[in-house]
């Protein structure tokens, strides 16, 4: 059991209750930012699953100031569930692509909120470089830091089908600086990529080999005005059935470090754009089915870690 409660992985909301004693939540956040591989620097079109909002919950309107974003988050998010701490995440689109100067005032406007405990900041891992870094660096002393990077398949055949834009190397390279700097990292990885069971765990067994600090999982799901929902519409694509998608989760889990910090699991954030498949609009029956398997299997995260001879 992980963290006091009857979970079998290692879940990140009761890691930052256990870390800072009370309910801390995320702010999501839209600070203008785009995307090299939607404006054409990188390739046209984006990565085919990418909707206009760029991954944005659309939990508040992006046409607010960050400040204000902050401010109406954290009010809504300690009324309704009664959060008392909250982390600054930046989610929509590639949110280090500007220049250095403009982040620092980006990020400082997400930290005024008195209540802010943290910040956590999605990205590509060809949208960082060295002074980047060292100024997400700078807020580690006082804030919980985090850079998430969207790698999504440790597999460059995968990568170069879904129109990535970048291949593993590149990840691996931002990965390493990022380590050096002293931030924690949360890897983004999706299932139903066109992969096999074995290529999906050596995704697993990578990460794993890596240290990484934390994990988010996502299904592959056809979003309205995507490339996705093209391919869709013309049966070029299935996904993923629920059991499926719950086994391949536990069997993924299996392999990772049981330190490893699991941010995301399952998720009803695009419920009136998605198209298919239905059944990943039903988070907590999704979560309660990952429970059961892992009870089940008398199993758990990290039961096929193989730690490093020290």
């Given at each position: 059991m992980?963290?006091n409660t ?16 009370v309910?801390v939540y995320?702010?999501?956040l839209?600070a203008?930012?785009?995307?090299p ?5 990188v390739?046209n079109?984006?990565c ?18 960050v400040?204000e ?6 009010k809504?998010l300690?009324?309704?569930f009664?959060?008392?701490?909250f ?14 100067n ?22 590509r891992p ?5 002074d980047k870094?060292?100024l997400i660096?700078?807020f580690?002393?006082?804030y ?6 969207g790698?999504?398949s440790?597999?460059d055949?995968?990568?170069?089908k879904i ?9 691996l ?7 050096e700097a002293g ?5 983004h ?5 066109w992969?096999?069971?074995?290529e999906?765990m050596?995704t697993a067994?990578t990460l794993?080999k ?12 056809a979003l309205?005005?995507?490339k ?10 299935d ?9 391949t989760v536990c ?18 954030g ?6 298919a498949?239905?059944w990943?609009?039903?988070?907590f029956e999704?979560?309660?089915?990952i ?10 995260q990290?039961?096929?870690?193989v730690?490093?001879d020290?």
């Amino acid at each position: 059991m992980f963290n006091n409660t009857d979970k079998h992985y290692n879940q990140f909301s009761a890691v930052l209750k256990n870390k800072f004693g009370v309910k801390v939540y995320k702010i999501t956040l839209d600070a203008g930012f785009s995307c090299p591989n939607r404006d054409g620097t990188v390739s046209n079109g984006g990565c085919i699953f990418c909707d206009d909002g760029g991954s944005f919950s659309k939990a508040h309107s992006n046409l607010l100031s960050v400040d204000e974003q902050v401010k109406i988050g954290a009010k809504t998010l300690s009324e309704r569930f009664g959060a008392e701490k909250f982390m600054s995440y930046f989610q929509a689109f590639s949110n280090t692509y500007k220049p250095v100067n403009e982040l620092e005032k980006i990020y400082n406007s997400a930290l005024n909120h008195p209540d802010v405990v943290g910040i956590s900041i999605g990205t590509r891992p060809d949208c960082i470089d060295d002074d980047k870094i060292k100024l997400i660096s700078s807020f580690k002393d006082d804030y919980y830091t985090w850079l998430e990077y969207g790698l999504q398949s440790v597999h460059d055949k995968t990568l170069k089908k879904i129109n990535r834009g970048h291949d593993f190397e590149c990840f691996l390279k931002a990965y390493e600086k990022t380590k050096e700097a002293g931030i924690n990292v949360c890897v983004h990885v999706i299932f139903g990529l066109w992969e096999n069971h074995d290529e999906i765990m050596q995704t697993a067994q990578t990460l794993a080999k890596l240290g990484v600090d934390g994990v988010k999982i996502h299904m592959l799901c056809a979003l309205e005005n995507t490339k996705l929902a093209e391919m869709y519409s013309a049966g070029e694509i299935d996904f993923m059935s629920e059991d499926e998608y719950v086994q391949t989760v536990c069997d993924f889990l299996e392999y990772l470090p049981p330190d490893t910090t699991i941010h995301r699991l399952a998720g009803n954030g695009h419920r009136k754009i998605l198209i298919a498949p239905r059944w990943i609009g039903k988070k907590f029956e999704v979560l309660n089915k990952i429970d059961n398997e892992f009870i089940k299997r008398n199993s758990y995260q990290g039961i096929k870690f193989v730690y490093k001879d020290t």
